[in-house]
């Protein structure tokens, strides 16, 4: 029993004593409060949510799905934030949208990423009633999958050999063969 609890009891004792009934008594547990605050008695800590498994980075090619979880001891909810490659800030994300949705609270699924995806960090806002915590951010890479748009012959052929020019995506233009 912690300290208001047990002066609480006390005064009640003090009031009626065993044999007084609960009803009589409770009119008394207010001002008995308020007594307690005033002389400074201890009130119950809430203990702030624990998370106890933290979403992990994740890597996918561009256009596929993205999906992140988090776990809490002792959350009454949990909220979804995201902060772009070039933001300085999180914002809350709403509990869906088109690209995204939010399931059981704590998971959160993007859908057909995007190149404003890459690099964007997502964390779990835990709250309880000792206040809120936020999960360590984890970070979407995005990988832009190699295709190839056109491959032609150069026009300049090279001695001992031809050279071929390729065009696309996923690759630098200065990669050799």
């Not at 256009?63 to 995201?82: K, M």
């Not at 964390?123 to 970070?139: H, K």
């Not at 050279?163 to 200065?174: D, E």
């Amino acid at each position: 029993m912690g300290a208001f609890a047990r002066f609480c009891a006390a005064v009640l004792r003090g009031l009626g004593g065993v044999a007084g009934s609960v009803q009589a008594n409770a009119r008394h547990i207010l001002p008995i409060a308020v007594l307690a605050l005033l002389i400074g008695a201890a009130a119950p800590v809430m203990a702030q949510p624990v998370v106890t498994l933290q979403p992990r980075d994740v890597t996918t090619n561009l256009g596929a799905d993205a999906f992140f979880s988090v776990r809490a001891y002792g959350a009454d909810g949990v909220t979804w934030q995201r902060k772009g490659a070039t933001d300085t800030d999180f914002v809350d994300m709403a509990p869906s949208s088109p690209a995204w949705s939010v399931y059981g609270a704590s998971n959160l699924m993007l859908f057909f990423t995007d190149d404003s995806d890459d690099g964007a960090h997502y964390r779990a806002a835990v709250f309880g009633p000792g206040g809120t915590v936020y999960s360590t951010p984890a970070i979407l890479t995005l990988y832009v999958p190699i295709s190839v748009t056109s491959l032609a012959p150069s026009v300049v052929p090279l001695a001992g050999g031809a050279s071929v020019v390729i065009t696309g995506q996923g690759f630098s233009s200065a990669s050799k063969v």
